[in-house]
Nanobody, 111 residues
Framework: QVQLVESGGGLVQPGGSLRLSCAAS????????IGWYRQAPGKEREWVGR???????LYAASVQGRFTISRDNVKNTAYLQMNSLKPEDTAVYYC?????WGEGTLVTVSS
């Protein structure tokens, strides 16, 4: 069956960086577009960005210029590099290969 597993979350100070990973199995990863989403406490899940099967990327305005999505089709893994983190980036981050979701990884940005 399809499985998506996010990792790499944790506690980071404002201005810091983290790299999240999304390891996929059970599907043809190289053919798949991958989305990253996040859900902050008390808020709805929001779209962060996506990478196409060909490597093209799109980002939400709130993370444009700070976050970068990449993929490694050999490792069947997608990445979300997050720089210049802000407290408002605190959320559970999820990857999505439609219609499948991972269970998320928590990112907390706090001093």
């Amino acid at each position: 069956q399809v499985q998506l597993v996010e990792s790499g979350g944790g506690l980071v100070q404002p201005g810091g960086s983290l790299r999240l990973s999304c390891a996929a199995s059970g599907l043809i990863f190289s053919y798949s577009a991958i989305g990253w989403y996040r859900q902050a406490p008390g808020k709805e899940r929001e779209w962060v960005g996506r990478i196409s099967s060909g490597g093209s990327t799109l980002y939400a305005a709130s993370v444009q210029g700070r976050f970068t999505i990449s993929r490694d089709n050999v490792k069947n893994t997608a990445y979300l590099q997050m720089n210049s983190l802000k407290p408002e980036d605190t959320a559970v981050y999820y990857c999505n290969i439609s219609p499948y979701w991972g269970e998320g990884t928590l990112v907390t940005v706090s001093s």
